[in-house]
């Protein structure tokens, strides 16, 4: 299976970096793992809501950009759909199985994603009704797809 993280804004402290490396090499037996940033639009505190709209839909055509072909598509969303681990793990192995074989997830930024990418989203998927610093939502998302590695194959980590 190839998964493939498209991530709006890069890791830029060392222990966010360190985190997200060791999750990575843990994913390695497992999976085909590919991370792309994308570079965020500038957005300020005093922008408007339509400059916001304006940034998202630029970031939103430079991740299009970045989606390879035949995967499925999910949106990390906070409006989305929550899954269990054991459920995420059923999930992706019904799409190793039965679906593309391969999954692009995005994760946005300050702001979130363009509401068209969510539109064309195969899943919306929430980890919490919290809002989530992109940094920390990149580890959180690695972190559950190495225990839904493990749960798939029964192996201990899980609990």
Same mark, same amino acid.
């Given at each position: 299976m190839q998964i493939t993280i498209i991530a709006v804004g890069s890791l830029r402290e060392k222990y966010w970096r360190q985190a997200?490396?060791?999750?990575?090499?843990?994913?390695?037996p497992y999976v085909r793992l590919r991370v792309q940033e994308i570079a965020p639009e500038r957005v300020y505190d005093e922008s408007s809501e339509s400059e916001i709209a304006q940034a998202l839909q630029k970031e939103g055509a430079k991740i299009r950009k970045a989606i390879p072909p035949n995967h499925t598509l999910v949106a990390l969303d906070v409006l989305?759909?929550?899954?269990?681990?054991?459920e995420l793990a059923q999930w992706l192995r019904q799409e190793e199985i039965y679906g593309r074989g391969n999954v692009a997830m995005l994760i946005g930024g300050s702001y979130? *994603?363009?509401?068209?990418?969510? @539109?064309?989203?195969?899943? !919306?998927l929430s980890f919490?009704?919290?809002?989530?610093p992109h940094q920390l939502?990149?580890?959180?998302? *690695?972190?559950?797809?190495?225990? @839904?590695?493990?749960?798939? !194959?029964?192996?201990?980590?899980?609990?």
């Open positions: 997200a490396l060791e999750y990575e090499r843990r994913l390695l989305g759909r929550t899954m269990s681990s054991p979130g *994603l363009d509401p068209s990418l969510l @539109a064309e989203a195969d899943l !919306r919490s009704a919290f809002t989530f939502m990149r580890i959180i998302l *690695l972190e559950q797809l190495y225990r @839904a590695m493990k749960i798939q !194959r029964g192996e201990a980590y899980h609990k």
